[in-house]
């Protein structure tokens, strides 16, 4: 009977022991749950101002490389359309590192968009240039490059911006 006794006792003791350390464990569970979602709060209230910011950026670069919005800002500094050619690429090269650091705030494939539209304008621009003589008047570049624009079904630009309208609709 005494070992009766004292089993009954031990595995009493050891139901209780385990009934505690499952309470402990459990509120340390959800303690730490909550100690996480209000980081990620404090995070978000921090990041989402910072990845509006970027998609707004990305998208006024992407307004500012399209061809018209260059070619009606830079053809009145250019003397031949060589120079015009250089002063575009130079400005969408300025535009591209003074924006290349909100890659970090969003996603690589709205990034990769972005690099694409930048890619393709500069083509667009490059292959007009190479359609008439350097010595020509900036005027004639620009309307070779406003021809290959028409010419393209989707601009560059726009395909580019789409997306990043769509990703900043999903933040919301």
Known sequence: MEYYSLLVILVLGIAIIYGVYATITAVAAKLSDKQRWEIRGKHTDITLP????????????????????????????????????????????????????????????????????????????????TEIPAEAPPADLAKKIFSHVIEKEVQPASHALKVLKEEIRTLF
Do not use: G
Request: aromatic share 6%; net charge negative; glycine share 0%.
């Open 50 to 129: 910072l990845r509006l910011q970027a998609y707004e950026r990305m998208c006024l670069f992407l307004e500012r490389i399209t061809p018209n919005s260059l070619l009606l800002r830079l053809v009145p500094s250019a003397m031949s359309a060589l120079e015009l050619q250089q002063i575009l690429l130079h400005e969408i090269r300025e535009e591209y590192n003074h924006n290349v650091a909100q890659q970090l705030y969003i996603s690589a494939n709205a990034w990769e968009q972005v690099t694409n539209a930048m890619n393709e304008t500069v083509a667009v621009i490059n292959q007009a240039a």
